[in-house]
């Protein structure tokens, strides 16, 4: 178990639905973070929350909404999604900025697909 | 533009057959230098964290160092249980971590 645990693991969704995905650290981390890994890119920022404030968001479409209610939990939200939006979905979490010492500890994520 | 570019894409080893994987960066202001591992399936795992050109850390059969512009992450008799992407990522000044695409790494007994 790293720390930072990730619910559903696998997610299928059709275009019309709506679903959440689940974060949750117990890292004692104030810094949590969801990224995008798609097959042959990098991988891309989507959020950044920081002591529960949202820092940056990298003109990620309206159809994901996050929402980060307290320090060891955090939340994606879909809705109407595209199948080009059929990812491996990873959040993580640091102690403050994750410049200093470890950077980032991150979940399995979820690998969402959407028909 | 901040840039990190990953070579070999993919790099296949005899168990045994040292190597080095390439990590070339352009950023503005360097806060880190960090390199991962990922298994399938699961998300990128910490392995080290560089600062400053020419410093050098090591665990097992991995080596990391840094220059001015690249990284290298140098396998010594690398073994089965080594094989998984690398991914490198740098923190510019006052952002978050930027990836790059990996390096796959397959070695055979």
């Known amino acids: 178990e790293t720390g930072v645990t990730q619910t559903p693991r696998h997610l299928v969704m059709g275009m019309t639905n709506k679903k959440s995905l689940k974060c949750e650290q117990h890292l004692g981390h104030n810094a949590m973070y969801w990224y995008k890994q798609s097959a042959k890119k990098p991988l891309e920022l989507m959020f950044v929350y920081s002591l529960e404030e949202r820092v940056e968001n990298n003109s990620v479409p309206s159809r994901f909404s996050p929402e980060c209610p307290n320090s060891s939990h955090l939340f994606l939200h879909l809705h109407t999604l595209q199948p080009e939006d059929s990812a491996l979905y990873l959040c993580?979490?640091?102690?403050?900025?994750?410049?200093?010492?470890?950077?980032?500890?991150f979940g399995s994520g979820t690998r969402l697909t959407v028909v | 533009e901040d840039q990190v570019t990953q070579s070999p894409e993919a790099l296949r080893l005899q168990e045994g057959e040292s190597s080095s994987l390439n990590c070339s960066y352009t950023?503005?202001?360097?806060?880190?230098l960090f390199w991962y591992r990922q298994d399938p399936g699961k998300g990128p795992e910490f392995l080290f964290t560089?600062?400053?050109a020419g410093e050098e850390k090591e665990k097992e059969r991995l080596k990391a160092t840094l220059t001015k512009k690249e990284s290298f992450l140098h396998i010594t008799a690398p073994k089965p249980e080594d094989s998984a992407t690398y991914l490198c990522a740098v923190m510019p000044a006052g952002y978050a971590l930027n990836f790059g695409k990996g390096t796959s790494l397959l070695v055979t007994p």
């Open positions: 950023v503005s202001g360097l806060r880190g």
């Open positions: 993580a979490s640091s102690l403050d900025d994750g410049g200093s010492g470890y950077g980032y500890t």
């Open positions: 560089l600062y400053s």
